[in-house]
């Protein structure tokens, strides 16, 4: 499995806490700077990051990745985006928290959600709710 690492470096204790909870060995880590330009448009500088992994579409489509989001919320939802159309699918993330009390601060993998078992679980409920006689689309 392939983490892409947007965020913070890992440590090797989390790296560990991410193969213990994917189930499988992280076979690589490709971090890439997340930092953008406030002043400059954003699409262009999250599709430069992507395109910085170096995948080509055959790997974006086959390989078992896991992504640690930027913490920009703007930069987030593009790079979804941007991920969702080179996949095919939405990815699942790492969610990182603080540890409690640590001194200094440190952080530990919290869980891997599957953004496409979400996206799966709210069309169900979507559906579920259009049997009830809502205009929702």
């Not at 390989?63 to 593009?78: D, F, H, K, M, T």
């Not at 993998?109 to 078992?117: K, R, Y």
């Not at 996206?119 to 709710?129: I, L, Q, V």
């Amino acid at each position: 499995m392939v983490v892409l690492n947007f965020a913070h470096p890992l440590t090797p204790e989390q790296q560990r806490q991410i193969e213990a909870l994917a189930g499988q060995p992280v076979e690589r880590v490709i971090a890439i700077d997340a930092q953008i330009d406030p002043a400059r448009p954003l699409v262009p500088q999250v599709v430069s990051m992507v395109d910085r992994v170096g995948f080509s579409p055959e790997e974006w489509q086959t390989r078992p990745i896991l992504i640690l989001l930027p913490s920009l919320n703007y930069s987030a939802g593009v790079l979804l985006a941007e991920l969702h159309g080179r996949m095919g699918y939405f990815p699942s993330i790492i969610r990182m928290r603080p540890v409690p009390e640590a001194v200094p601060p440190r952080f530990e993998v919290a869980e891997i959600i599957s953004l496409q078992a979400v996206r799966e679980a709210a069309r169900a409920r979507r559906g579920a709710s259009e049997g009830r006689g809502s205009d929702a689309s």
